[in-house]
């Protein structure tokens, strides 16, 4: 569904993704685990069209995406749940929702709102009030709710566990998993890496802008070098 091949992208001259190699499959939950400033978010960015990629190709559903700005990546079915929710806090809560339908206007958005409130039932409940009164979990609810209003057969989630108590984790990934059954494919980054591995197909594991470990998530969690950096086990 999604190739990536030698991926580079630079903050200013500063070179931080070294050559990205990496492929999700149709159907997928695929998680990229790495420690703080590897470089996750600056991948989700260049796969979504937000940062520029300065080398590499991007290759969506057959499709060389590399080139196109991130509106027409929306349209083909990538969508985004970006770090640190970036929801808008002054309006309301189906305002946010109806933003992440900016592309249609058929009948179907008040079928994908209808949905987005069954999968999330606290923001039918707070439909109409502002987005900034809602907790930490409830706007990551809702940040994964707006990016579903798109439509996507692929869905890049940046690092939904951060900030959350354990309990909302747990429940944010129960919802990540059940994507697969509405045909949604994932490609999550995470630096909760128990977390990201537990409910993943496949992992990669990020260094300093550079892939350096990748395999099934079972065999990863199984990895004593994964278990001492990252599981702290
Ligand atoms: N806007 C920016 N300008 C300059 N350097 C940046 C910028 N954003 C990120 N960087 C640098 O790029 C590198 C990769 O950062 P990135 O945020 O992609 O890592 P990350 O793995 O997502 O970390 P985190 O989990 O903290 O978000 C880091 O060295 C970071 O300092």
New binding site residues.
């Given amino acids: 569904m999604l190739s990536v091949e030698g991926l580079r992208s630079k903050?200013?001259r500063?070179e931080?993704l070294h050559g990205i190699d990496l492929d999700v499959k149709s159907g997928e939950i695929v998680s990229v685990i790495?420690?703080?400033?590897?470089?996750?978010?600056?991948?989700l960015r260049c796969l979504s069209g937000v940062q520029p990629a300065s080398g590499g190709q991007l290759v969506f559903r057959g499709d060389d995406i590399s080139r196109l700005p991130a509106h027409r990546r929306v349209g083909l079915g990538l969508a985004q749940s970006p770090?640190g929710r970036q929801i808008f806090t002054n309006l309301s809560v189906e305002e946010n929702l109806r933003l992440g339908a900016y592309l249609f206007a058929d009948d179907r958005v008040e079928k994908d709102m209808a949905d987005a409130f069954a999968m999330f039932p606290v923001l039918r409940e707070k439909r109409n009030l502002s987005a900034g009164g809602l907790s930490g979990g409830q706007q990551q609810m809702l940040a994964i709710a707006r990016a579903l209003m798109a439509r996507p057969t692929c869905l890049l989630l940046d690092?939904p566990s951060m900030g959350l108590a354990p309990i909302l984790v747990d429940q944010i990934l129960e919802v990540v998993k059940s994507l697969r059954s509405l045909d949604v494919t994932v490609l999550l980054?995470e630096?909760n890496a128990f977390a990201a591995l537990s409910i993943a197909d496949r992992g990669y594991v990020?260094e300093t802008?550079r892939i350096t470990m990748s395999g099934p998530a079972a065999e990863l969690i199984a990895d004593p070098r994964i278990r001492e950096a990252y599981l702290g086990i």
């Fill in positions: 903050y200013g500063i931080v790495g420690a703080n400033g590897a470089g996750k978010t600056t991948l770090e690092e980054v630096q990020m802008g």
